[in-house]
Structures are given as C-alpha cells and as structure tokens.
C-alpha cells in the first residue's frame, strides 16, 4: 500500500510556511515518501476543503495529514471539541489516517484523541510559542532599558500561538516599570501590518505619542511596520519615528536575518522549520515507532546578545511528551 503524506498549510505568500513547505519535501525526498502539499490561501474553509479531498482522493493510500490550522481554540474551553478544527481530525482519524498538528497548543485535545484510536499516529511539534514570546519581551527590556511605549503587531488573536506568544512578552515585562503596550491585529501579513501601524499611528499623531518601539509576531509584519514607520516620518514630519526599532519573529536567513543585519529590524527570533520534524515522525511511526505527542523545536534569539544578561524566569513549558 501506498503511503502518502499530505502537508496543510495558511498561506504561499508568507515566507516561513514557504520555508516549512521546502523543508519537508527534502525530508520526504530522503524518506521515499510521497508529500502532497497544500496552501489555503489564509482561508479556513478551503483548508478543510483541500484535507478532505486528500483523505478521500486516495483511498487506496495510507495517509497521514500534517497541518497547520487557520484557527484554532484554547483547549481549556469546554466547546473545544466542537471547533472546526477538533472535528476534522476525528473525521480523519476515524479513517485510520494520521494527524499531526503544526505550531499550535492543542496537546490536551490530541491527547483525547489518541486515547481513542491508539494505532493511529496522532501528535503536536511545535516551538515552544510562550519561549518565544518570553524572548522578544526580554528584547524588548534590552531595547528599552528605561521603559517606554510599545506597539505590538500580533499575528492572529484567534490563534493560540499569538496568544501564547503574547502571553510571554508580557510575563517578561512583569516588574519592569516604565513600559505601556498598544496592540493591533495584523494577521501574519506584511501589507495587514502596514495599514494596521499607519492608522495607529496617525490616531496618536495629533498628540506626538509615538512608540518607542514596534515589536511584531513576525518578520513579515516588522517590515510592513518599519516601512509604516518611515512614511508616518514623513508624513507627520517625525524623523523620531524612523528610528524607532522594529523587532520581529521568524528569523529565516534570507529575510529576518538579513534584515537584522541591514538595520531594518533590530532584533529577530529564529524559529525551526516543524514541517521536515512532522515528516520524520511520521515516517518512524509507519516503521513502527510511537509518535510523541508533543516535540518541542528550539528557539533562539538574533542576534544573541539582543536578550540582554539572562534573566531566570520560569518555564512551565512541558517540552516532550
């Protein structure tokens, strides 16, 4: 029987799920697996559409769906099991296909699943999304050694990775004084953060409030908000405000890296690719190795020294399970 493996994810315009989706084909490539992969165009609807046409376009396959969900819920809320999400992993785990979740909090639902259908692969590999989150605060300390005003540009507030991620900067912030956060919603989009920061902007431009600091839940949206930045600069004629640091979240070599390196952010976080993980956890797993429910990727801070000293905050992250 053929196995195939079928790669779910948001959106071919955002550089990270273009960086996951190549990670994965070479790990397939070496594995002599057949990886089908599928963008959704930021829409959830389709997403559900294109694992359903996967699940029941090769029936003669064993299957595993490796996806990173549009949106999702926070396990701990009693409707979580009705989400759409939650519903179309036991609709395809009942087939006996496997699913495995990508850079989302959704250990206690997997859990339950895997509980119910023990021979099939079920798990999370994830970073590990309140580290991150505890990393650009501490950035954020390190940039603003005396406090000050910051925007912070999430990701999706529907999604428990921005949630988490937010949850950490603000437990980093904790005890230190001087520091007000502003918040806006962009939506992983560099364009969505540019509009989200440029309307900010002009609704505090009358009083001269500007950030002291842009921080962004990823790279994409730091550039549209550094290119936000410097057109309010001279829009408002504020040259302030084109020096403001910028910081962001994925750090690919080609992009956030490179960008730190040019000045346009001031400091970046290096996330892992989990596509290529997911990839070889299945391939054990149809070897005849358990899937962890839970693999933790690490992260890391770039530059190094954009942190500041080690601070000892508590982690109650699980890590592997």
């Not at 918040?183 to 409030?209: I, M, N």
Request: aromatic residues 6%.
């Amino acid at each position: 029987m053929a196995r195939k493996v079928g790669l779910f994810l948001m959106s071919e315009q955002n550089s990270h799920q273009v960086a996951n989706a190549r990670a994965a084909q070479a790990r397939a490539r070496a594995l002599s697996l057949e990886l089908q992969v599928y963008f959704a165009d930021s829409v959830a609807a389709q997403q559900s559409r294109d694992v359903i046409r996967f699940l029941y376009g090769n029936p003669d396959s064993e299957l595993c769906v490796v996806i990173m969900p549009l949106s999702d819920m926070d396990p701990a809320q009693a409707a979580a099991e009705d989400h759409p999400v939650q519903k179309l992993a036991r609709r395809v785990v009942s087939r006996g296909a496997g699913w495995i979740i990508l850079n989302r909090d959704a250990e206690g639902l997997l859990a339950s699943l895997r509980n119910e259908y023990p021979q099939v692969p079920i798990g999370l590999v994830t970073p590990d999304q309140k580290e991150i989150g505890r990393l650009q605060g501490r950035q954020f300390r390190h940039l603003l050694p005396r406090g000050g005003r910051i925007l912070h540009v999430l990701g999706n507030p529907f999604v428990t990775s921005s949630r988490d991620r937010r949850g950490g900067m603000l437990e980093s912030l904790q005890g230190a004084s001087g520091f007000t956060v502003d918040e806006v919603d962009a939506y992983w989009s560099k364009a969505r953060a540019k509009e989200a920061v440029l309307k900010w902007l002009a609704g505090v431009s009358g009083r001269g409030e500007w950030p002291a600091l842009v921080g962004c839940q990823n790279d994409e949206m730091a550039s549209g908000a550094a290119e936000a930045c410097a057109e309010a600069a001279r829009r408002y004629n504020a040259p302030v405000l084109a020096t403001v640091p910028v910081t962001g979240i994925d750090g690919l070599p080609d992009l956030g890296q490179k960008w730190v390196a040019e000045k346009t952010l001031a400091a970046t976080i290096v996330l892992p690719t989990t596509a290529d993980v997911a990839v070889d956890a299945i391939a054990q797993a149809w070897a005849g190795a358990p899937v962890p429910l839970k693999k933790v990727v690490p992260v890391t801070p770039f530059p190094a020294d954009s942190v500041g000293p080690q601070r000892r905050v508590a982690n109650t992250s699980k890590g592997e399970a």
